[in-house]
Every structure is written in structure tokens, then in C-alpha cells.
């Protein structure tokens, strides 16, 4: 079986978020507290569609009103190249409420944490939920492959969103589910066996 990261899927981005949120018992007794910080971390990451070491680096200041929009503008650590990204209002306000629940002013950093540390705990969750191939990048792929959907296969859109150089690149994200091409197998064969009769 491949160990490549892979997109999760919107059910296991919710059961994932929540058992963070929540907290959890590993069966072998171990008691996983609730994380708020990861939790969020990992939403950004999921609904901004930047890598978790950009996300790790954004400060309330980034985010920048234009009328009733927010967009943040961040120079990506990866590639070295800048990024505006959209940033709709309901996300917005859920992290200046976390920002404030945890005191975290308007030039420090969001999220005083390691992105080894996310993998570690997000480790701990996939085991619980024995969830396979998930790493923090799988939230980044997650965001591509939902607006991938979204957009009614809109390649260029998803790339130009992930700031890609290329179309390869993003293809390699929006990988698709061996169970979806089964099904579109199947209703293809059905719906051309119907016209036959």
C-alpha cells in the first residue's frame, strides 16, 4: 500500500476537527486533551488552502479589509512567492474569536506552535479513528479537491488558488476516489445498457 498523504474527505475533516476540539481516550487508556489551537490551525489550513507553514506565520494584521471582503496577503515559505487569498467572513470571524479567547494580539503570531507537534497530535487522532495516509498536508489537498468539485473540474481556478506554477502540480493533489470511479463506471454502463432495450 503507497504511504502518500492523501486528501481527506469531508466526513473525516469533521471527525478529525471535532476529536481535536473534543478531546479523546486512545484505547490503550491514554487520555488526548482537547487542542483548540491545532484544531484551528488545521481549519485554516483546510479552508485558506495554504501549507500549514504559512498558516503557522499569520498574525491578525495580514488580514486586510476591502469593503465587506477579507483577503490576506503571505509570502509562501515553500516557494518564496506571494499569495492574496480570500477570506471569507464567517472564517474571519472565527479567528478573531479564537484570537481573543486566547489573548493573542493583533502582531503575534495566531498559532505558537510547531508543525511537528500538529503532525504528532493529528497522529494520534488518525490512530483513534484509524484513519490511514493523513498528514497535515491531506487538509491542503482537501481544500483543492472540495473547490476541484465545486467548480465543475475547473483546473485553472484550483491552481491559480494554490498558487501553482502548473496544472501537473495541482493534478497531483486532486487525485480521485477509487470508489467514485467505480460508481461512474457502473451508472455510465447502466444508463448505456437502459438505451439498448
Not at 464567517?90 to 493583533?106: H, K, N, T, V
Not at 497530535?121 to 465545486?150: E, P
Not at 502548473?166 to 461512474?184: G, M, N
Request: hydrophobic share 35%; aromatic share 8%.
Amino acid at each position: 500500500m503507497s504511504r502518500k498523504t492523501r486528501a481527506v474527505n469531508k466526513e473525516e475533516y469533521s471527525l478529525i476537527i471535532n476529536c481535536i476540539q473534543t478531546g479523546f481516550n486512545m484505547e490503550d487508556g491514554t487520555v488526548v486533551k482537547a487542542n483548540p489551537r491545532i484544531a484551528m490551525a488545521l481549519q485554516c489550513e483546510a479552508l485558506l488552502g495554504l501549507r500549514i507553514s504559512d498558516i503557522l506565520c499569520l498574525k491578525l494584521d495580514q488580514f486586510l479589509q476591502e469593503g465587506t471582503n477579507y483577503f490576506i496577503e503571505v509570502q509562501e515559505q515553500k516557494t518564496g512567492k506571494t499569495k492574496r487569498c480570500f477570506v471569507p467572513l464567517e472564517l474571519y470571524c472565527a479567528i478573531r474569536r479564537y484570537a481573543d479567547e486566547w489573548g493573542i494580539g493583533i502582531h503575534q503570531k495566531l498559532f505558537d506552535i510547531t508543525a511537528r507537534s500538529i503532525q504528532r497530535h493529528l497522529g494520534k487522532v488518525c490512530k483513534y479513528l484509524h484513519l490511514m495516509q493523513i498528514s497535515t498536508h491531506s487538509f491542503r489537498k482537501y481544500y483543492a479537491t472540495d473547490i476541484y468539485q465545486r467548480s465543475g473540474s475547473n483546473i485553472e481556478l484550483v491552481r491559480q488558488l494554490l498558487n501553482h506554477s502548473d496544472c501537473k502540480t495541482t493534478q497531483r493533489y486532486i487525485r480521485v476516489d477509487p470508489q467514485e470511479l467505480s460508481k461512474a463506471v457502473e451508472d455510465h454502463c447502466r444508463d448505456a445498457l437502459k438505451n439498448d432495450r
